[in-house]
């Protein structure tokens, strides 16, 4: 067996702004920091300006088309560095920031632990030692260590306190948040390759496909007894997007998701947003029954986000013709989506 040799980081990157910085923007390796910190990211632009302040990168969430903040080092952080997180943050409405250097000092470890304590429950501040190994004469490989990250649980806590001083929760938006939380928690024990966004009272969650612009959506209906994941096309392409996937994969699709459940397309003509559905009858007010929606639901997470992550990454706009071939707007098997149930 070979032996784990530690690399220093000049040795592959000689500068933050000439090496390092370029090779983290490329999308192989953001998505290596993404996977640590569970998000998916796309890059917006490097050296971006933010009043006399340049930030290293820029990314969008790709689920939650919100601004993410990278600002990395080769060496230790510093207090030069910890002021232009916090001008940044405020120049740029981040609600994620993630700052990567060789070595955290206790201090600003606890800076950002701090800042995840008082700040708002949909900001989130991340610390990352990244480390270079090799094993004998193998190339290089990076390694993203957390060593400051968001409460999820203390922030669902303070959001729900926050609520409750508002007038409280309903029964189905404790329901709700209930469901969410222990599933999130089954797909960490599952190891599933999917995660969902942080718990909420709403009635949907969002899981990342790989790309801005779509997200897979599971649900359930407390009211009509129904769950379902749906991929979800939005943006200003969504009508394009969607009408190449039915032309394209629709036969493709059918035939990896009708297995799982009753499978609606919904070009939901008068809506800006586009949908590829599936449903499932289910009694989700019931939690004994949540262990086999975790199961249901985790499979057609799973199924639908490799069935539709190289698919959504190799869509191009620029290649719909509308024809009268389109879909007409035949809709059934979910209502208008109600988010506020």
Known sequence: MGRLERVELRNAWQGEATDFTPWLAQSENISLLGDAIGVELEVESQEKSVGPFRADILCKD????????????????????????????????????IWVA???????????????????PDINFFGLEIELWRIGGSDMAPKFNIVSKPNDWSKVVRDQA??????????????????????????EERRSPVRTNR?????????????TGFSLVPWNG????????????????????YSLVERHYKDNVEEKLSPLGTLTWRPLPNAKEKQISLIRSSTPTKPETWSELNEWMARALETMHVLFNPIVKALNASEYVESSADPAGMDAGLPDDSRGE
């Open 162 to 187: 926050a609520t409750a001083a508002d007038g409280g929760l309903t029964e189905f938006q404790r329901l709700h948040l209930n469901f969410w939380t222990q599933f999130r928690q089954y797909l």
């Open 62 to 97: 790709t689920v939650t088309n919100h601004y993410v903040l990278i600002e990395n080092q080769l060496e230790r952080t510093d207090h030069t560095h910890m002021g232009q997180l916090i001008t940044y943050t405020a120049g740029l409405e981040a609600v994620t920031i």
């Open 222 to 241: 407390m009211r009509d007894n129904r769950s379902g994941v749906y991929l979800q096309f939005a943006g200003p392409d969504a009508k394009a997007h």
């Open 102 to 120: 060789s070595r955290f000092t206790e201090e600003h470890r606890a800076a950002l632990d701090w800042l995840n304590s008082v700040t708002r």
């Open 199 to 211: 718990p909420s009272k709403d009635h949907w969650s969002n899981v990342a496909v790989g790309r």
